[in-house]
């Protein structure tokens, strides 16, 4: 098996670590195979439509976002640098509902995480910089993306902060978990 799957405490979220094939010329491993995915996860029908790449310097936090139409599947990973990547879920019938899981995604460590439909998704870069690359399951639709404040308590993320985040306007904006902010039903 190309991967090795491990759900978090949240078990539709799920950590992927690819068999990695190295030597002292470097190293080899297959980062998407969707057979391979499907197999491995048991996840059947995923089709991914989009890919994104952003860079980001230390003590940057991007999110918590999400799209109250068009929910997406993400399936992320770190090719430089170090992120600490978390994952809220936001399905109301879920019991799983409001809560958070964080994994440590690095070039170093190859993982990836499964962040499925109708969770808001962030991270925060650890090394000086980091370049992340994710695939989505639906198209970015501005008119549908939100963002839920990355430091609200109910919510209450341990992020591995030191000192205040680099945010966007509209992270450093969004409403917290009882203001304005619109779950998935």
Known sequence: MPYTVTPTAIPEVLVLEPKVFGDARGFFFESFNQRDFEQATGLQGVQFVQDNHSKSARG????????????????????????????????????????????????????????????????????????????????????????????????????????????AEKDAAAPGWGDQFLPYR
Not at 125 to 153: G, I, M, N, V
Request: glycine letters at 8%; zero cysteines; a neutral charge.
């Open 60 to 167: 940057v936090l991007r999110g918590l976002h999400y799209q109250i139409q068009h929910p997406q599947g993400k399936l992320v990973r770190v090719v430089q640098g170090e992120v600490f990547d978390v994952a809220v879920d936001l399905r109301q019938s879920s019991p799983t509902f409001g809560q958070w899981v964080g994994e440590v995604l690095s070039a170093s460590n190859h993982k990836q995480l499964w962040v499925p439909p109708g969770f808001a998704h962030g991270f925060l870069t650890l090394s000086q910089s980091a370049e992340f690359l994710y695939k989505t399951t639906d198209y970015w639709y501005p008119q549908h993306e939100r963002s839920l404040l990355w430091s609200d308590p109910q919510v209450g993320i341990a992020w591995p902060l030191q000192g205040q985040p680099i945010l």
